[in-house]
Structure formats: C-alpha cells, structure tokens
C-alpha cells in the first residue's frame, strides 16, 4: 500500500509538471504583432516634445485650431435623446429607424429601390464593419469568388478581405507621374477580369490618393462593368465631407444604379458626422428583388451574430435623430460644408505656399485631389527626412491628412516639403 501511494504521488507531481509545462507554453509561439503604421504615426507625433511639431497622419477632421470638433447637430440630438433611450438591445439588422434614414441618404430620398423593399441592409460598427460582415457574406454564399482591390487603397481593406479568406487581385488606380487617375490602365484591368469579377470602389475621396474618376469616368467604368457583369462594392466613408454636397458625393453610386446594377455598398459616420468613436454605419446588398432583400438581410443578421450579436444604440439613435428631423439634417449640411470647405481652403493654402518658395516642382495635385487626403508624391525618405528634421509626421508613402493642416501651421508645413523635394 506504502508503495502504491508513492507510485501514486509521482504520478500526480509528474502529471502536474507536465500540465504546468504545456500551459505555459501555450502562448510561448506568439509574436508581438506589427504597429499599425497610422496609429504608429500618432504615437510617434505625442513622443515628440518639439513644440514645433505637427501631426498631418491622422484621418480624424480638426478644427483650425488642431482640436478635436463635435458638430452642434450631434450636441442637439443627444441633447434630445438623453434620458429617453431605455438601454435596451437593438435588434440584430440594428435600429430600423438609422437604417431608413441612411438608406435615403446614399440611394436618394425617393429611391424605388427603398419603396420597393429591395435593399437587404443592416446596421454595422461603422464603415470597416461594413465591409467586414460583405466579406465574410461573400465568402459564405459565393466561396470560390475573389476581390479586385485598387492599388492603393486604405490599408485595412486587405486585412478584412484577408481575415475573411477571401483571395484578393488588385487593379490599376493612381498614376504616380501624372498624381493622378491611371484610368486606361484601370480600364484594362476591368475589361481583363474573369466575367462576373467582385471589385472595390471607393464612392469619393478616395483614401489614400484623394483621387477620384470624374462623372464621365464614372459612367464608362460602370458601362464596362455592365458589359462583363462585374459586381461593385462601394465604401462610401466619406459622403458629405469630400465636397460639402452629400448628393454631388453620391454621385457614383447613383450612376451604377441608373445603369441597373445590383450593389453593395458601405457607409460611415465617422467623418461626416465626427462620429469617431461611436462606431455607426450600415451595410446594404440592393436585390433583385424583395424576396431576395428579406434572404440576403436574414443572412447577414445571422453573420453579425456570432461576431457582436447587435450593435451599439447610442451612436444610432444620433444618426436617426439628426436625418429624421428636418431642421437638425439642414445644421448637420451646413456644419458638414464647413469641414469641408475649410479643407479645401487648406488645400489651395498649402499649394500656394509650396508655388510662393519657388519649387520647381508642381503642386497642381493638391487641389486636384478632394477629401480628407493628399497622396503628396514624396517618398519615404523625404517623408523619414520631414519627421527627422521638421518634426512633421505622416505615413511613409507620402499621405497628408488635410485636416491637421491649418493656418497656423501651413507656411511651416511648406517649407519643409520645399526644402526636402527641391532637389527632387
């Protein structure tokens, strides 16, 4: 027996090493993941005690003054909303009431489409949100399909493609000579696609480039997509802010669905609304018909519940007030014009500045270029020279966050980048 007790202590003290050694080398293979390059920027920028600095990376819209802006509309409708939400859950497809309202905004306000109940669409966690639940849609109902990305495009798209194991081709998009569109180049692309092909567009402002196809553009992609079948996703992050006219911005969207196309489409209010971090944005599939609306919305409810089981209400209930009421939608377009248009003017500033120091080089592409981003043509060296030497802080590929340029800081802005490409 004195023996078997023994046996039997070893066994365990054995048995316990052997489990303490395979816990802790569980997590032992993990590796600590790459720094976001954008949020890297930013901690970079708040290191810095130079009071010189500034930080021309970050995609959130700021004031004149580099703060941080809460439109009076979305003050107003919390305003009107406090006490009155119960905190009670939202459904899976999210408020009903936010999605109408959204709707409206991006397929216009008397849309067949909507009165025909044609369009499977669900409250999202904002834009990425959106894309993410069409990705991994996509992969669920069409699993052998791909998705054209433009080159370049926001960085994230590749991981939520990627994350949803949807296998990824890119497309011709910018033309680093001209700073502008390469349309034959992505022409070529769209007539070289397998029939039937899933491409990524951006509906205006595009991110990172600010470079977008004009309306006749617009209507000669959509021709070829009608003539190969191709189906569009649209990420619509920012309508309103690229030009101040949140129809003028959806006019891409508006030319695909004159042509008869069926779309996805993704949208935010992050940057129009400054709705950073209330996560809000809605996904819509327009269908054949409302048959195919009601399975395709019932599919994605059922994607979204696995991942966050329904979204947040607080953000929603802002979005819904402020479209639903007709005074608060008429201070949000005005206050929405304002951000705007104060990019715009910036944009102009900083191209004068640049031509005033005598460059040689043309700046014609910052005021070409619309919304929140100007791919500025300089490479990662002048850009690793701006920071080391400016204390100015951007993404290496050259990309400027037009809102954190302001009158303050713009005449500094151009002096470096004249002294770091004037012998470009």
Known sequence: MAFRSALSGQIMRRSSLVGERSMSSWWSSVEPAPKDPILGVTEAFLADSNPSKVNVGVGAYRDDNGKPVVLECVREAERRIAGNSNMEYLPMGGSIKMVEETLKLAYGENSEF???????????????????LFADFQKRFLPDSQIYIPVPTWANHHNIWRDAQVPQRTFHYYHPETKGLDFAA????????????????????????????????????????????????????????????????????????EDGHLIG??????????????????LSVLCEDEKQAIAVKSQLQQLARPMYSNPPVHGAL???????????????????????????????????????LGSPLSWEHITNQIGMFCYSGMNPEQVDKLTNEYHIYMTRNGRISMAGVTTGNVGYLANAIHEVTKSA
């Open 114 to 132: 909507i009165k025909d109940k044609r369009i499977a669409a669900v409250q999202s966690l904002s834009g990425t949100g959106a894309c993410r």
């Open 186 to 257: 992505l022409m070529d692309d769209i007539k070289n696609a397998p029939n039937g092909s899933f491409f990524l567009l951006h509906a205006c402002a595009h991110n990172p480039t600010g470079v977008d196809p004009s309306e006749d553009q617009w209507r000669e992609i959509s021709y070829q997509f009608k003539v190969k079948g191709h189906f569009a996703f649209f990420d619509m992050a920012y309508q309103g802010f690229a030009s101040g006219d949140p129809e003028r911005d959806a006019k891409s969207i508006r030319i695909f669905l």
């Open 265 to 282: 489409l993704a949208q935010s209010f992050a940057k129009n609304m400054g709705l950073y971090g209330q996560r809000v944005g809605c």
């Open 318 to 356: 802002i979005v819904s007030t402020i479209l639903g009421d007709p005074d608060l939608k008429k201070l949000w377009l005005k206050e929405v014009k304002v951000m705007a248009d104060r990019i715009i003017g910036m944009r102009k500033a900083l191209r004068e500045n640049l031509e005033k």
